[in-house]
């Protein structure tokens, strides 16, 4: 995010005429712009602070309840992966696109051809199982020498009233040449990465789906 300040010609001559001096090219060639923009980002800072103080109080989501409510991937983190897979996989007329952007483009340009569309699926997919292997990793279940192979399927639903991916993932490991296998499934929507509270409320659906998965494994102590 940036912001660009930039003063028009009509606004520098209003100034100067205030001022009581004509807009000439004489006088113009002789405004001190570097004063003029170190006054200028002074004041914005200042004027950018106050808009983030003054703003209502539930516009912003404060420092304790983002970590309150920041799961094991904050949507920041969601969004610099999307991008980056997003680039990998996506028709060259998109890949200067962010992936949220390139999602509103393919919901409301009718025009786009549904396989470009369906790329999109392959970057939910990969971050569905990146959760997977994550929750079993971070958490002592398995390690990364214990994956064997995650085997990604998902189906696009698009029309002019939705755009969702029905992703799913199997993911396979073995520990002491026994096999253990689990699947974990989520339909995602343009609306789940549009803020913070609503990906954390699909991360956890999905995290919770896997926890029954862990004691099934456990229970039984050899292939699942």
Partial sequence: MEIVIKIGNESIKDAFEKCGIPFTRENR????????????????????????????????????????????????????IADYEFREVAPEEFKHMAFIDALHEFKHNSLVDFGDIDSAGEVFCHFLDGVLDNFLIENGYFTDDEIIESTPRWITYEDEHRLEFECRIVSEFERNNKKAFFKVEYTFSITDIESEKAFQTALSAIEDSIKPQIIGVYQNGSNS
Avoid at 55 to 62: E, G, M, N, V, Y
């Fill in 29 to 80: 060639e002789k405004l001190d712009t570097n004063q003029v923009t170190d006054l200028i980002y002074s004041y914005a800072y200042d004027s950018l602070e106050y808009v983030i103080e003054d703003a209502d109080p539930d516009t912003f989501i404060s420092q304790k309840q983002y970590d309150q409510i920041v799961g094991s991937f904050s949507l920041d983190q969601f969004h610099c």
